[in-house]
């Protein structure tokens, strides 16, 4: 399992709302958050401005609820940046997404470092541009010690394919005689997911109000609490991402058992 230390740095934030702070329960924090973060186009539509404005406005709300999250001591955050269906978008939109992710990565390394936040990705990260990959690796290494947080990015990421390649996985080593069939369990199945070592979500962040999950952490949130809004990403900000968190806090996690 990952081993993620408490110890944390607090980060300066002059917009921080004190009261909805004070008023969480530190001892109920979700230890893994996951966001599927939508709404750049529309956010960008509505104020008649082009797509990539809109992603580079929904950047700004990654790196507020990245800090955020470091600051309340939440262990993993997990953020659904670029689909394999995304890649059906069109081309010049592809390719700016891609040199749009490259200087995010960039200008976060030192960030990350100074904050003790470790970088993973989860995903087909092969089919990445060569330049996207060799900056995504770069800092990857650079991160490789931090402890205080662990941000995964989930990059040309589906979860109908993450299934489909854990299931060749598995079938090969018991093809191999590595693994009974007769011994699987969902562990080994979570054995070989892009997850592996990481508890599953506690809490699913959705914004724009779409109601559906689009292909996302198909297996590991089959118990994650789910929460909508209708905020676009990039207005979702510090505090009404800890009002969700009090929201969350006041939710029965039952696990399929009675109350």
Known sequence: MIHI????????NSNTDSSLQTDLDTANLPSHVA???DGNGRWAKRRLLNRIQGHEKGAEAVRTIVECCREMGISILTLYAFSTENWQRPKIEVAALMTLLAKFLESEQKNMLDNNIRLNAIGQIERLPEHVRRVLHETMTLTKNNNGMLLNLALSYGGRAEIVRMVRDVAIKAKEGGIDPDSITYDVVSDHLYTKGM?????????????RISNFLLCQIAYTEIFVTDTLWPDFNREEFLRILQHYQHRERRFGRTG
């Open 199 to 211: 508890p599953d979500p506690d809490l699913l962040i959705r914004t724009s109000g779409e109601m």
């Open 5 to 12: 230390k408490k110890k944390r740095k607090k980060f300066l």
């Open 35 to 37: 966001i599927i973060m």
